[in-house]
């Protein structure tokens, strides 16, 4: 029988390679581990809501009932506060990015951006939600509080990245820059345990992923590579949560989609706690991840924290193909 790795002794196992390892990185991923889990908690229960109390109202035992949302954005904020290895944190959820006390955060020297809960349409009908956080090494100087630009880097400048999945089970799937990988919570020892080593998108697929409601409101050339993905008989999967998009595309290859539209013209997902996380994934596991533009998506400047992207990212070959569309119709005149 093989020895079960946990997301702890891995984390410190690969961390401790590492020449300039200093350990509070090691700390750090091990307290996103543990904030998942207590959102997962929440999220199984969340089916009860309606027999323990309607959301906003106050329940049975006198404690309020949040929205899931919101309390995965408190939980994520309270465990990474007190980590002591962060000293701010930027949230889907929040308007502002968040200065960490500096008793917590003293001499603390990475940011978090995170999207607590994403696919938040699902919450309420029991359908799969994720998180999805990155990690950037501070910019300002640890003596003072942490500042916008440490929020405001590039794709290319995240030093971690991840999302965790609460699904069928329950798996957190992230990466450090040399490949991602994959840990499906234990129920009955309350562990992430590894269960993916090494993931590799495969290069080419037949899933396709998109809003097909919005086919009208998109740009020709988006228009044409949907038409040429149903022309292939390629199958159509689209949950409304990227990370659930996602993750079956890291394992059964595929291609996922959100371009702009005449709603979104610069597109609907936020750059910071979406699109770089789930690009620096996407490319990890050897996909590409491009704006319907073709820009790289990890190049892209960022210049607000809330500032949205166009996406499509996924599997390299088919990624590859919806380019040659784009190069193709999307000079044409509509
Ligand atoms: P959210 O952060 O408010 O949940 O929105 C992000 C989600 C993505 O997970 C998903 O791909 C997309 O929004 C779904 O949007 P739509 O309903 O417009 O297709
Ligand atoms: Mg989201």
Redesign the pocket.
Known sequence: MNKIVTLDEFIIRTQKEKPDSSGSFTRLLRDIGIAAKIVNREVNKAGLVNILGVEGSTNSTGDDVQKLDVFANEKFIETLSFSGEVCGIAS?ENQEFIPVASDHGHNAQYVVVM?PL????NIDVNVSVGTIFGIFRRKSSVEGPCIQEDFLQKGTELIAAGYVLYGTSTLLVYSTGDGVNGFTLDPSIGEFCLSHRNIQMPVSGNYYSV?QGYYLKFDLEMRRYIDHCSDLNYRLRYI????S?IHRIMFQGGIFL?PNTRKYPKG??RLLY?CYPMAYIVEQAGGTALTCKLDRIMDMEIASLHQTSSIVMGSKDMVKDMKEFVEKYGAVIQ
């Open positions: 889907e999207d994403d696919g938040s349409s809003n409304g949560s990227m990370v998009d959100y609907k997902l979406e």
